[in-house]
């Protein structure tokens, strides 16, 4: 990850490679967030993975953009992220990341990006790397699976749990934060942490 966090540190879109690799969230669920879906849950600064109709086709051709109903849900995030947090949360229902150069879906340029800039370090590529990093990460510091299915959005067995738990998944946040911190380097002046 400190490899991949020094190649992606001067990205035009680095705020989705973060939000990404804290949370194990896939790359369109970011990549769609609107401002509106940074949001204060039970006093935690989170994201709120919804459909809505500008995020595109969901991975089964439904309009919303989600992968399945088990991935709605709410996120939260780990305080080096609330730089993050603050330039985006607001009332709007603007999108939180402007698309580039010719996308037709959220984050379809960044993807290829980070895809070309993990080759380019040597780490794993694919956004979905860091979805596996996140869950193994926290299983192995023995988070119980239930918390990181929540944070991850795999293969949720009840929705309504999620909402429930969401201090162990803020404690499960911040200790992925501690177990991988963010290593930019002395370069990128894009996060104060």
């Known amino acids: 990850l400190q490899r991949l ?8 879109q680095h705020d989705i490679y973060l939000l ?13 967030l609107r401002r509106c879906d940074f949001v204060m849950k039970k006093g935690h600064r989170c994201i709120t993975i919804t459909p809505h109709e500008d995020r595109g086709m969901g991975t089964d051709g439904e309009a919303g953009g989600i992968k399945t109903t088990n991935s709605i849900r709410y996120i939260p995030l780990p305080t080096v992220l609330n730089t993050v947090w603050e330039r985006c949360h607001s009332e709007s229902k603007t ?6 150069e010719k996308e037709k879906a959220f984050g379809e340029n960044y993807r290829r990006r980070a895809w070309d800039r993990a080759k380019q370090a040597s780490v794993p590529t694919g956004t979905h790397a860091m979805r596996d990093t996140v869950h193994q990460t926290l299983i192995d510091d023995g988070v ?8 991850t959005g795999k293969e949720l067995s009840i929705s309504d749990y999620l909402h ?8 499960a946040v911040e200790r992925f934060a501690e177990l991988r911190p963010l290593d930019l380097g002395e370069e990128s002046e894009c996060l104060t942490v």
Do not use: H, I, Y
Request: net charge positive; no cysteine.
């Open 5 to 12: 966090d020094k190649a992606m540190a001067k990205d035009k």
């Open 144 to 151: 119980t699976s239930d918390v990181v299915k929540m944070v």
């Open 95 to 100: 999108p939180a990341f402007a698309r580039t």
């Open 20 to 32: 990404q690799r804290f949370t194990g969230a896939r790359q369109q669920e970011v990549a769609g």
């Open 164 to 171: 429930a738990n969401l201090d162990n998944m803020k404690l």
